[in-house]
């Protein structure tokens, strides 16, 4: 670590060996940072049956796989106190002085920001997501949320959008300077959208096929990303329109479902089913398609939706 350099904690239920946008969010940016010349960790759970203890990634990454199972859609329970020895040995053991925790979902970052100032350690929280406030699991996450954010230095969220969503399921307001009685926006909630790197994401020299239509659908296979909407419409439309297929990437829980509504409907040659992508494939896959199609529930700012329309592919965004 360089002079002046920050020993940073990346925390989240997110990360490799799971594939997914926050995943790649925590990994880009801890490489970057350091490049920088910063020293930076990442803290998640244990991926059975042997990723556990100390994991090392390029370029110098130490990741901490903490022995904790997963309750559902590689999110662990929130405990709050059975992560604090884990959390207190690796923060004195890295000289950690920030702390960095992703996704709303996560019950290991919301646990990392509350026990971070009882070791004087600063905390940023990123948020990715959308969520509502009517249903059960959402008024649950959302009080969870705004318990969590009571102490923390600084939230940066993916979109504007985003950060309107992430205010009001946080409660992040204080009272107005001019006027204690009006409440205003936390100056220290940020609006940072993603981004992506052009020249990666080139369209295709070549012209499309007009007898076919190709719709890609590059995503995780999970609830959240409504893939059961497209496994409802998929059969739908290949029988309306008899010169549409189907092109899926992606891997996940709703893999299996994808895969029965393709043997019920006998739509082998219509949906293709690619599995898990490289990200340096992914141009190769999009330039397959005149459509790319986005079905995600909770999408606030989604990266496979610039580089679709950054190679001149028709998106078509589901709600």
């Not at 990346?10 to 990360?15: E, H, K, L, Q």
């Not at 969010?25 to 910063?38: D, E, K, T």
């Not at 399921?169 to 006027?179: A, V």
């Not at 909630?189 to 080139?202: C, R, S």
Request: aromatic share 8%.
């Amino acid at each position: 670590m360089k002079d002046g350099g920050l020993a940073i904690a990346m925390i989240s239920d997110f990360f490799y060996p799971s594939v997914g946008g926050v995943e790649n969010h925590i990994y880009m940016l801890s490489a970057n940072l350091i490049r920088r010349g910063h020293k930076v960790i990442v803290i998640t759970h244990s991926h059975p049956p042997d990723r556990v203890g100390v994991r090392w990634l390029l370029p110098s990454l130490k990741v901490y796989y903490i022995p904790f199972p997963t309750i559902a859609s590689s999110a662990t329970l929130p405990n709050y106190f059975t992560f604090l020895p884990y959390f207190r040995t690796i923060i004195v053991r890295e000289h950690i002085n920030l702390i960095h925790a992703h996704a709303s979902l996560s019950s290991l970052g919301q646990e990392g920001i509350l026990h971070s100032h009882f070791f004087g350690v600063r905390t940023v929280f990123t948020d990715h997501s959308l969520f509502g406030f009517e249903d059960a699991a959402s008024i649950l996450t959302n009080k969870l949320l705004a318990a969590a954010l009571k102490n923390v230095d600084a939230v940066i969220c993916v979109s504007h959008t985003g950060r309107e969503n992430t205010v009001l399921r946080g409660q992040l307001f204080e009272p107005s300077e001019d006027d204690p009685s009006v409440s205003v926006v936390r100056p220290s909630v940020y609006a940072i959208p993603n981004a992506l790197v052009a020249e990666q994401f080139t369209p295709s020299p070549q012209p499309r096929p007009s007898e076919t239509i190709n719709i890609v659908v590059i995503s995780r296979l999970a609830y959240r990303k409504g893939i059961d909407l497209l496994v409802a419409t998929a059969p739908r439309i290949c029988a309306a329109f008899p010169n549409v297929k189907f092109i899926i990437g992606g891997d996940g829980p709703k893999l299996n479902d994808l895969l029965q509504v393709r043997e019920r409907h006998l739509l082998q040659d219509r949906i293709e089913l690619l599995g898990p992508i490289r990200h340096r494939d992914v141009r190769d896959v999009l330039i397959r398609g005149s459509i790319f199609l986005n079905t995600s529930l909770t999408e606030s700012f989604g990266i496979a939706i610039l580089e679709a329309a950054r190679g001149r592919q028709g998106v078509e965004l589901g709600r």
